[in-house]
């Protein structure tokens, strides 16, 4: 057996001859033991190595990758995972926070006036300048940039899921909610000082973005994945 | 997904990387950071080395987005970042270089695990035992699935020279390994 039918065997284990080469060199097999033990060693070698469990990945190194790849330009997206369960499920987990939030005042700056073709409508009535009857807050994510805060709320009421933003800046600054994967807004807010802002969600929608636009430019964003689980 | 359409999706997202959209960049690390750290891991033998490649992997891929050619599949590309960096940093750490210890997986049961830890370590022993070069075939084949023509892509060799020297590679780790007593059963 020389050099080149050592290869050619060696590329019969690997799958890498054509179906016509691989037939002729398989019939030879019967044929030549010593290629035919060539096959055997080449196939208990590759078991071997894949009998090997592994190596596990850091479950960081993603997030460690992406904070060292955008943090010079500061627009690395965080992501955070709200749950929309059903609120029974979900009240033992926000025992920390004001249960009193329940029922409370939802005041709407701007939207309804801005998109009212979004709005789902029978929440739009409920919502500008009004109360959420029933509404509890399912879910929450804090988004914090410079001099921007911003509380993320998801409302469960009767009428469906709803995003609450309450922010809080000291220059102006525009917080801009829009579909992953979309450049154009659903909604926005602008925020000097304290705003609210709550925007119905559509029941198929798995995640939204939030932009912190500063003079014309997106200098931070969060993500926010609606958890069905 | 197959190869094709990975293809044609990384080409998109290299595009959309290019004009400034960083979702388009964090796919392109949450697709390929755990290929890349196995493959650094398969290099260096060591998991923290291994992270650090990875991470410097997607800082320079990025940087370097401009020159990435979309003739060519990014997973080559990115690849051979990835094995220069291994390499290099092999470099710098020459004369220290040690082996992780086996993290201890029960999963399979105590002596299950501790045979699967022991092969492992064995098989990772021996990939050290190779010059770069063997070790860098064995493990584009092996652990990272690449047909010849893409070992020769990321390689940058003829395809008839990754023949030879996949060949080669095999035989002596097939020799470390037997002297080692080492075998699957």
Request: charged letters at 25%; proline letters at 4%.
């Amino acid at each position: 057996m020389n050099e080149q039918d050592s290869l050619d065997i060696q590329a019969l284990v690997d799958g890498e001859l054509d179906a016509r080469s691989a037939e002729r060199l398989r019939q030879r097999l019967d044929s030549e033991p010593e290629s035919a033990a060539l096959v055997r060693e080449l196939t208990a070698l590759d078991e071997l190595l894949a009998s090997a469990p592994e190596p596990s990945v850091p479950p960081d190194l993603e997030r460690r990758i992406l904070q060292r790849a955008h943090l010079p330009v500061d627009r690395r997206a965080d992501t955070a995972i709200i749950s929309r369960l059903p609120v029974r499920n979900r009240r033992p987990q926000w025992q920390g926070f004001a249960m009193a939030a329940s029922l409370f005042v939802a005041v709407v700056i701007g939207v309804g006036a801005l998109f009212p073709d979004e709005m789902n409508p029978g929440l739009a009535d409920q919502m500008t300048g009004t109360l959420l009857p029933q509404a509890e807050r399912v879910g929450s994510a804090q988004l914090s940039w410079e001099d921007v805060e911003a509380n993320l709320d998801l409302l469960q009421t009767d009428a469906g899921i709803s995003l609450q933003i309450r922010a809080d800046a000291e220059q102006p600054v525009l917080l801009r909610i829009r579909a992953p994967g979309e450049s154009i807004a659903l909604t926005e807010l602008s925020v000097t000082g304290e705003q609210r802002l709550v925007y119905p969600l559509a029941s198929s929608m798995e995640a939204i973005e939030v932009d912190v636009v500063r003079e014309g430019r997106v200098v931070h964003s969060r993500s926010l994945e609606l958890s069905g689980d | 997904m197959g190869k094709e359409m990975e293809r044609a999706r990384d080409g998109q997202l290299v595009q959309r990387g290019l004009q400034g959209d960083r979702q388009a960049l964090e796919a392109l690390v949450n697709h390929y950071h755990g290929a890349i750290f196995k493959l650094a891991y398969r290099m260096l033998g060591n998991r923290e080395d291994a992270a650090d490649v990875t991470q410097t992997t997607f800082l320079k891929a990025f940087e370097n987005l401009g020159s990435y050619n979309p003739e060519f599949k990014f997973f080559s590309w990115i690849y051979r970042i990835a094995i220069n960096e291994a390499l290099n940093t092999r470099r710098r750490a020459s004369g220290t270089e040690h082996l992780d210890q086996p993290v201890p997986d029960q999963r399979d049961g105590p002596e299950l695990a501790s045979r699967h830890d022991e092969l492992k370590t064995q098989i990772q022993v021996a990939l050290m035992l190779l010059t770069d070069e063997h070790r860098a075939v064995i493990t584009l084949r092996h652990y990272s699935e690449c047909s010849y023509s893409e070992m020769a892509a990321i390689l940058k060799l003829e395809e008839k020279t990754v023949r030879s020297r996949l060949f080669e590679a095999r035989r002596k780790l097939q020799a470390v390994l037997q002297s080692a007593g080492v075998t699957a059963s």
